[in-house]
């Protein structure tokens, strides 16, 4: 064994404090080994297995209440199915959500709930769930709450982005051309 001493001044105190070390034989300490490629594969494997599984889960767990919302839609339990909306969106990625909140957003609209169809179609990722849809749908939601100002605005960006049913509810909402 190896001792140290240390001395420490607190405070116009000496304070000594000895510590003890045991010197580790070269023999008694583990010896390591580098695990062969063909080790680290089978970890690489059974770690994409595991991946795998978690997506199988995932998926099954999301069509679950996709379905589940489905069927209770067209039962007319339409508070239940909005739960079971609400619950696939909290498992969702970020493509799946857009998706949901896109059907979510567009049974608000069918039902003449505008409001709430702009606060679902707000939570669409506009990079990755059809940007020139979103907006028209937008601007319907806007056009039928009578903010045609907003209906014009979203119809731009829709048809910039393409949306060819943008262009002709863009000649009757445009209060330019009136």
Known sequence: MTLNKKVLLIGGGLIVLTF????????????????SSEQLRQVDSSRQEEKDLIAQQHKAKLLAFRSAADSLFKAKQDKKALAFM???????????????SDAK????????????????FAKVSLATHN??????KRALCYAKKKDMR??????????????VQADSLYEVLNPERK
């Open 150 to 163: 907003s209906a014009v605005d979203e119809l731009r960006k829709a048809m910039a982005l393409g949306n």
């Open 86 to 100: 609400d619950s696939a969106l909290a498992v969702a990625s970020t493509n799946e959500g857009a998706a949901i």
């Open 105 to 120: 957003g567009t049974w608000f609209l069918k039902h003449r709930r505008y409001d709430e169809a702009l606060d679902a």
């Open 20 to 35: 003890m070390f045991r010197k580790k034989d070269a023999a008694s300490a583990p010896s390591y080994e580098r695990p």
């Open 131 to 136: 940007p020139d849809s979103i907006s028209y």
